[in-house]
T-cell receptor
Framework: RKEVEQDPGPFNVPEGATVAFNCTYS??????FFWYRQDCRKEPKLLMS???SGNEDGRFTAQLNRASQYISLLIRDSKLSDSATYLC????????????FGTGTRLTVIP | ETGVTQSPTHLIKTRGQQVTLRCSSQ?????VSWYQQALGQGPQFIFQ???????GRGNFPPRFSGLQFPNYSSELNVNALELDDSALYLC?????????????FGQGTRLTVV
């Protein structure tokens, strides 16, 4: 079983739409949670950390449900520049403090 | 810009050859992790170095090896290259070994094995 599972999409949405991505993780000992954004042929960049209380950064809202081992990302008022792959990322401290990535969900915002 | 730099940016090698990829970590970061990202997949953890010692390893064969230097820069070496080694190799540096890791990635080295 994969550490992190995401719907790969693609999601094609019109400008201004609201879109939600979901992800589940398998290890209940997971400690930290993130969403990364990756543009085509570029490196992943940290979009936001995810906390149990939920957190918001402008048009982006992230939620964590530890009981269900579920993470979400909501993007409101989608912009063309939001087109990218969104990676759900989990940190499990097991000797090495490494990150486990989902396969990513590809978003295309259409004019 | 993250301050993490990788070289080279692109590389073409022949099956069976050896390759060395390099990474300079962000100033103040003592931990470097290497990831392999195949096309259409998320990055997969190869190994991590903390203060010049390997601090954990993913599910990669021994022909994937690494080093970290006193200035915390790092190398990834791959011997006996196979076609499936073609991927984007990402280096990430982070500040602490313990909780709440925040990793900053270099731009990656795109390796093609022919």
């Amino acid at each position: 079983r994969k550490e992190v599972e995401q719907d790969p999409g693609p999601f094609n949405v019109p400008e201004g739409a609201t879109v939600a991505f979901n992800c589940t993780y398998s290890n209940s000992a997971s400690q930290s949670f993130f969403w990364y954004r990756q543009d085509c042929r570029k490196e992943p960049k940290l979009l936001m950390s995810v906390y149990s209380s939920g957190n918001e950064d402008g048009r982006f809202t992230a939620q964590l449900n530890r009981a269900s081992q579920y993470i979400s990302l909501l993007i409101r008022d989608s912009k063309l520049s939001d087109s990218a792959t969104y990676l759900c990322v989990v940190n499990v401290l097991t000797g090495a403090n490494n990150l486990f990535f989902g396969t990513g969900t590809r978003l295309t915002v259409i004019p | 810009e993250t301050g993490v730099t990788q070289s080279p940016t692109h590389l073409i090698k022949t099956r069976g050859q050896q390759v060395t990829l390099r990474c300079s970590s962000q100033s103040g970061h003592n931990t470097v992790s290497w990831y392999q990202q195949a096309l259409g997949q998320g990055p997969q953890f190869i190994f991590q170095y903390y203060r010049e010692e390997e601090n954990g390893r993913g599910n990669f064969p021994p022909r994937f090896s690494g080093l970290q230097f006193p200035n915390y820069s790092s190398e990834l070496n791959v011997n006996a290259l196979e076609l499936d080694d073609s991927a984007l190799y990402l280096c990430a540096s982070s500040e602490a070994r313990e909780t709440q890791i925040r990793a900053f990635f270099g731009q990656g080295t795109r390796l093609t094995v022919v």
